[in-house]
């Protein structure tokens, strides 16, 4: 039951951070925005930063109900084991992003089925 009640606050998670939080950052991990709004050379790559900013943010937020159900538990030993998933979440959640935002090559279902993959993938190892 514990399991379930963690899935379902991750997959919440994932819901504020992907749609309500996201603000300009939504904008700003596409590439074309930069190309309309700062067209300048200088600001070339800058999508790239916005894309980890939200990943970073994205995984923080699906991971922190485990994060809290270990630091609540006692489990002191497993703050290890956090970080690797943590970036490993955070990568995929990159790249995803841009497959979608930039390279045109998924939609929003199916970026939306990886990360809850991504999700379901973390809170099933508890």
Known sequence: MEMIIILLAMIFCHIVDDYY????????????WWEKNAPEKLYRNDYMMALLMHSFSWSFMTMLPIILYYFLNGSIETKVWIAIPYL?????HSVVDD???NKKQINLIQDQCIHLVQIWQRGRRL
């Not at 939080?21 to 074309?32: H, M, P, R, T, V």
């Not at 490993?88 to 995929?92: C, E, K, L």
């Open 88 to 92: 490993w979440n955070m990568a995929i």
């Open 99 to 101: 497959l979608k935002a």
């Open 21 to 32: 939080l996201q603000g300009w950052l939504a904008s700003a991990k596409q590439k074309s």
